[in-house]
């Protein structure tokens, strides 16, 4: 099952490998070598540089972490109060959704204005990069559940409570995760966004570092650690919802 | 996993009736009326059921028939009559006697067969070790035994009914309310559980309002046939059927008696179009 895009990728990387050797290539794209090294000069930045990568890698992943986690207790309290109140749903709805037609780009700076170079003008990035993916899909699991079971309920004797967290939240659990494994993707832009922005450390900012020196090799690298970041976290949360949501839609 | 296994369909033990049934019908309503808005679904209908009796309700599609279980129940408040569930007039106290049971299943996928039938003994705050405890006994007792902790998914469709139907059931309310119970199911699966269902309420007799577009059904089932006519629904005839659900189906079916009332009640359906 892993085997196929496995093979894909070994291919890729080879061709890659043999485009960047083979000088020819480079000569008929008139491109400097330094531009676009082979995947076994990032492999040894990736062995050389490994301190500095794990240094800052682990501060990027702080911020991604603890944003995330902010727009997961965010987006769900949002959605389940959206959900019980009507009126609420009507009023904030419509601005949910205006909320993300503000590009981060334009905001990102504007918050290391306001908070500086620290962590939280990161924090607040990916948590609104992550808050519309997650709240969305909460909401519309949320939305799913038959009336008909919240009909059953009332006459099993159950409080709005115990409807909700028996009948409404389980329903909702699969469409969650959905929104949370698309949120923890962009996540990782939005921590990259946030370091460009202003910051002193971290993988965003290492990659502009090594950007201005030319070193594009531990660019690259950056970028490869960064996209580990990304696929290792969904990877985890589509384990933990094959344990957890396992009943899907 | 297993898909689809299925239960033979047992003949139930009966046991002593739950208490004792008090004079007076168990559930009434009177000159009830109710529109959505603009669109009057139901207009003047006298209905009552007593104690012990299963009324059935046929009618064709939309003309209330599922509404009329909601007014019924509390779910919803109606337009227009009065409605009385065991003495009880106000839609909260209703709710609290009338257990309701959907066209679907609507099994909580996530838990067990038995986590699904004990739901209402949890909702008042039982531990989950006493309701099942609990509510094992009718798993025996109405041929589900073995498939306690079977998820929804590992049962056919006449065994999701039915353990939605223990559900109800376990609610430990005096008055059933079912709406269409078999309408997802294929005539045979359906066959089976009617005559399932008929020695279900022997051993646990409830007043009973089974709403069913399947004529056949509500003759065999009930003790009397309410017929309502085409939107608004409105009382075009009441048939005393009793007596067909004491016997195996196959034979009660086939009677002229039977056959006398099917056509008396097409008739009535024809004329309420």
């Given at each position: 099952m892993?085997?196929?895009p496995?093979?894909v990728?070994?291919?890729?990387?080879?061709?890659?490998e043999?485009?960047?050797?083979?000088?020819?290539?480079?000569?008929?794209?008139?491109?400097?070598?330094?531009l676009?090294?082979?995947?076994?000069?990032?492999?040894?930045?990736l062995?050389s540089d490994?301190?500095?990568?794990?240094?800052?890698?682990?501060?990027?992943?702080?911020?991604?972490?603890?944003?995330?986690?902010?727009?997961?207790?965010?987006?769900?309290?949002?959605?389940t109060?959206?959900?019980?109140?009507?009126?609420?749903?009507r009023a904030?709805?419509?601005?949910?959704?205006?909320s993300?037609t503000v590009?981060?780009?334009v905001?990102?700076?504007?918050?290391?204005?306001?908070?500086?170079?620290?962590?939280?003008p990161?924090?607040?990035?990916?948590?609104?990069i992550?808050f519309?993916?997650?709240t969305?899909?909460?909401l519309d699991?949320l939305?799913?559940?038959?009336?008909d079971l919240?009909?059953?309920?009332?006459?099993?004797?159950?409080s709005?409570?115990?409807t909700?967290?028996?009948g409404?939240?389980?329903?909702?659990l699969p469409?969650?995760?959905?929104?949370?494994?698309v949120a923890?993707?962009?996540a990782?832009?939005?921590?990259?966004?946030?370091?460009?922005?202003?910051?002193?450390?971290?993988?965003?900012?290492?990659?502009?570092?090594?950007?201005?020196?030319?070193e594009t090799?531990?660019?690259?690298a950056?970028?490869?650690?960064?996209?580990?970041?990304?696929?290792?976290?969904?990877g985890?949360l589509?384990?933990?919802?094959r344990?957890?949501?396992w009943?899907?839609? | 996993?297993h898909?689809?296994?299925e239960?033979?369909?047992?003949?139930?033990?009966?046991?002593s009736?739950?208490?004792t049934?008090?004079?007076?019908?168990?559930?009434?309503?009177?000159?009830?009326?109710?529109?959505?808005?603009?669109?009057?679904?139901?207009?003047?209908?006298?209905?009552?059921?007593?104690p012990?009796?299963?009324l059935?309700?046929?009618?064709?599609s939309?003309?209330?028939?599922?509404?009329?279980l909601?007014l019924?129940?509390?779910?919803?408040?109606?337009?227009?009559?009065?409605?009385?569930v065991?003495?009880?007039?106000?839609?909260?106290d209703?709710?609290?006697r009338?257990?309701y049971?959907?066209?679907?299943d609507?099994?909580?996928?996530w838990?067990?067969?038995?986590d699904?039938?004990?739901l209402?003994?949890?909702?008042?705050?039982?531990?989950?070790?006493a309701?099942?405890r609990?509510?094992?006994?009718?798993?025996e007792?109405?041929?589900?035994?073995?498939?306690?902790?079977?998820?929804?998914?590992?049962?056919?469709?006449?065994?999701r009914?039915r353990?939605?139907?223990l559900r109800?059931?376990m609610?430990?309310?005096?008055?059933?309310?079912?709406?269409?119970?078999?309408?997802?199911?294929d005539?045979?699966?359906?066959g089976?559980?009617?005559?399932?269902?008929?020695?279900a309420l022997?051993?646990?007799?409830?007043?009973?309002?089974?709403?069913t577009h399947?004529?056949?059904?509500?003759?065999?089932?009930s003790?009397?046939?309410a017929?309502?006519?085409a939107?608004?629904?409105?009382?075009?005839?009441?048939l005393?059927?009793?007596?067909?659900?004491?016997?195996?189906?196959a034979?009660?079916?086939t009677?002229?008696?039977?056959?006398?009332?099917?056509?008396?009640?097409?008739a009535a359906?024809?004329?309420g179009?």
């Open positions: 892993m085997l196929a496995l093979a990728i070994v291919l890729a990387l080879a061709a890659w043999l485009a960047a050797r083979w000088e020819l290539v480079a000569d008929a794209l008139s491109i400097e070598p330094f676009i090294p082979a995947p076994s000069d990032i492999a040894e930045a062995w490994r301190e500095l990568l794990a240094e800052d890698g682990w501060v990027t992943l702080r911020e991604i972490l603890l944003g995330f986690g902010l727009a997961l207790v965010a987006g769900l309290t949002f959605a109060a959206l959900h019980l109140s009507d009126t609420l749903r904030f709805y419509p601005l949910l959704v205006a993300q590009p981060i780009i905001i990102a700076p504007i918050l290391v204005v306001w908070f500086g170079f620290g962590i939280t990161k924090l607040v990035i990916i948590a609104l992550c519309f993916p997650i969305v899909n909460a699991g939305r799913s559940v038959d009336p919240i009909k059953l309920m009332r006459t099993l004797d159950a709005r409570l115990r909700f967290m028996r409404e939240a389980p329903s909702a469409y969650a995760f959905s929104g949370a494994k923890v993707a962009v990782v832009i939005g921590a990259v966004f946030g370091e460009w922005s202003g910051a002193d450390s971290g993988l965003g900012h290492l990659m502009l570092q090594s950007s201005a020196q030319l090799a531990r660019l690259f950056a970028v490869v650690v960064l996209s580990a970041f990304a696929i290792g976290l969904f985890l589509s384990l933990l919802e344990r957890v949501a009943w899907g839609r | 996993m898909k689809s296994q239960a033979p369909v047992a003949e139930p033990h009966s046991i009736e739950p208490g049934p008090n004079g007076g019908p168990a559930a009434s309503v009177r000159a009830l009326s109710h529109s959505f808005g603009e669109l009057r679904v139901l207009d003047g209908v006298d209905l009552h059921v007593a012990h009796e299963v059935g309700v046929v009618g064709p939309g003309c209330g028939k599922s509404t009329l909601e019924v129940a509390g779910l919803r408040e109606q337009s227009v009559g009065d409605i009385s065991g003495g009880a007039t106000c839609a909260e209703r709710l609290a009338c257990a049971m959907p066209q679907r609507l099994l909580l996928p838990l067990s067969a038995i699904n039938a004990s209402a003994l949890r909702n008042r705050g039982e531990r989950r070790e309701a099942r609990a509510t094992a006994p009718l798993f007792r109405f041929g589900l035994a073995g498939f306690e902790r079977a998820r929804p998914a590992e049962l056919s469709g006449g065994m009914q353990v939605a139907f109800t059931l609610a430990g309310k005096p008055v059933l309310l079912l709406d269409e119970p078999f309408g997802g199911l005539a045979i699966t359906r089976e559980m009617q005559e399932w269902l008929a020695g022997a051993a646990e007799p409830r007043a009973v309002i089974l709403v399947d004529v056949e059904e509500a003759l065999y089932l003790d009397r046939v017929v309502l006519s939107r608004p629904g409105q009382l075009v005839a009441k005393a059927v009793s007596g067909a659900r004491a016997r195996p189906r034979d009660a079916i009677t002229p008696e039977f056959a006398r009332r099917r056509q008396h009640a097409l359906l024809k004329e179009r």
